[in-house]
């Protein structure tokens, strides 16, 4: 059992910017649940260097979709300076207050990690190392020695749909992927 503080906490996203002079700040998502930059209550901020996060309450928050990223208000923050000194500072959440998933959705942090094998023939591709938020969200995939045909080529991104990617087995550790011919060739 490890006594590792992290574990108890999940990152919903990260303070980039200030915006406007009144102490509105910009935060860009790792979390697919809108309502943890919309519903007003209690945040934790969690600042550069420190390993304990503290409470912080959201007053309100929007999304821009052009940019995808909230605007939020924190209670105490109220100009431009104290908003710019919460730049890089992380917002989280208890693990204990991850939303119940349906069928066939994931938490992103039970998806790095897994093990990519080609479903045809078991060939091991590589390993999840980041998901990339678009409009299907892709996995970036660091490929095995084995399967890089290209030694320059480290990472894959391949589109995280049921098409693509129909075996996702989470206890197993591992994905199987069908891709159409050439996408593990072209994006490099």
């Known amino acids: 059992m490890t006594n ?23 935060v860009y998502p790792v979390s697919d649940f809108p309502e943890r930059f919309e519903v007003p209550g209690k945040r934790w901020l969690l600042r550069s260097g ?42 989280m959440v208890p693990a204990s207050d991850r939303p119940q998933l349906g069928e066939d959705e994931y938490h992103v942090l039970d998806l790095i990690g897994l093990e990519v094998f080609m479903q045809a023939s078991g060939e091991l591709v590589g390993t999840v190392v980041d998901i990339i938020a678009a409009g299907n969200d892709l996995l970036e995939v660091k490929l095995d020695e084995s399967f890089a045909s290209d030694k320059k080529q480290k990472t894959v991104l391949i ?30």
């Open 4 to 26: 590792d503080k992290s574990d108890d906490w999940l990152e919903i996203g990260k303070i980039v910017a200030p915006q406007g002079l009144s102490g509105e700040l910009r």
């Open 50 to 91: 420190e390993t304990e996060p503290q409470p912080i309450e959201l007053l309100t928050g929007r999304y821009i979709s052009n940019k995808n990223l909230y605007v939020i208000k924190l209670a105490g923050v109220v100009n431009c300076d104290q908003a710019l000194a919460l730049r890089g500072c992380k917002l």
């Open 159 to 188: 589109p995280f749909v049921q098409a693509i990617a129909p075996v996702v087995d989470l206890p197993s550790g591992r994905i199987e992927i069908t891709p159409p011919p050439g996408l593990l060739e072209i994006n490099n």
